[in-house]
């Protein structure tokens, strides 16, 4: 019931910057919290950030200092990606949980940093 769609992944050398970006459309009255996370090839899916309704965020440990996650409006969030490591490379995909403990993943985007 809720849609989510996530842009602005690419190439990127060491050093750089990408933002992305996901919007939620459908039932999006009852979603709390929204977040990034990340997959890279032969590795779990992490957590990256996430914030909820409140604007009160998480980050893992790697990414602090270095990404930003906001909301642009009620039904956008952003990733801004700092200082990108080879290491950030991976799919990164958008989520949405709601009081129902329903749970919505995006398509994913592709973030890779190399020189």
């Known amino acids: 019931q809720v849609q989510l769609v996530e842009s602005g992944g690419g190439l990127v050398q060491p050093g750089g910057s990408l933002r992305l970006s996901c919007a939620a459309s459908?039932?999006?009255?009852?979603?709390?919290?929204m977040g990034w996370y990340r997959r890279a090839p032969g590795k779990q899916r992490d957590m990256v950030a996430t914030?909820?309704?409140?604007?009160?965020t998480n980050y893992i440990n790697s990414v602090k200092g270095r990404f930003t996650i906001s909301r642009d409006n009620t039904n956008t969030v952003s990733l801004q990606m700092n200082s990108l490591k080879p290491e950030d490379t991976a799919v990164y995909y958008c989520?949405?949980?709601?009081?129902?403990?329903?749970?919505?993943w995006g398509q994913g985007t592709q973030v890779t940093v190399s020189s």
């Open positions: 989520n949405a949980k709601k009081w129902t403990l329903n749970e919505y």
């Open positions: 459908g039932s999006v009255d009852s979603i709390y919290a």
């Open positions: 914030i909820n309704k409140s604007g009160t």
